[in-house]
């Protein structure tokens, strides 16, 4: 069941629809609708990094036609990876995003290289879901508060988390078979401010 569970979840990451998954057995937890709604920003920023992410895209492919070129936003940290031909690109995409309204901070993981092939980046997309799966099956880590990315077997971690939440992440991320480096790209809260990011229980 575990594994299934896994196979299950590998696809919906690959189609780039966790969040609209049904909800999946792990280790006899269902986990589904719970999940989606436990991401630790708020609704407004939710689209605001949807925008960043759409906006920052569209002027990356501006400045590097030939690139491959990834971007996410947590929380409007903007996180750049994927490959271009030159320096000068690397600089120009980094440069471009940092514009966008709305972001706070930019972080450049392109790399000045050939751009990978459809294999190299469908087995980061499947090394991302078993990552994520890990993530649930740990059971101490909320795992829709984590984002996960992976480059070239690289894999970068996202979200605001506790200093104890990021170290677990981590440990938990780098077990995982086809691992090559985690790389934490975390916004580092209080545990005070994560309690206060709990839901709290309806009152009579």
Request: aromatic share 2%; hydrophobic share 45%; proline share 2%.
């Amino acid at each position: 069941m575990k594994n299934r569970a896994l196979l299950v979840l590998t696809a919906c990451v690959a189609a780039g629809a966790l969040q609209g998954c049904a909800p999946l057995l792990f280790g006899g937890a269902v986990v589904g609708t719970a999940m989606v709604a436990t991401d630790r920003r708020t609704t407004g920023t939710q689209v605001e990094d949807e925008a960043i992410e759409l906006k920052a895209m569209a002027r990356a492919s501006e400045v590097a036609p030939s690139g491959h070129v990834n971007v996410t936003s947590y929380n409007r940290m903007v996180l750049i990876t994927g490959e271009v031909a030159s320096e000068t690109d690397r600089r120009a995409v980094e440069q471009v995003i940092g514009r966008i309204e709305n972001v706070r901070s930019v972080v450049n993981e392109v790399a000045v290289m050939g751009n990978t092939s459809l294999t190299a980046r469908s087995n980061d997309t499947v090394l991302s879901g078993k990552v994520k799966a890990s993530f649930v099956d740990a059971q101490d880590l909320q795992a829709n508060a984590l984002k996960v990315v992976t480059e070239r077997g690289t894999v970068y971690l996202m979200g605001r988390v506790t200093e104890r939440e990021a170290g677990r992440a981590a440990d938990v991320a780098r077990a995982v078979s086809g691992v090559q480096k985690v790389i934490r790209v975390f916004e580092i809260i209080s545990e005070a401010e994560l309690a206060n990011l709990q839901p709290k229980p309806a009152t009579k």
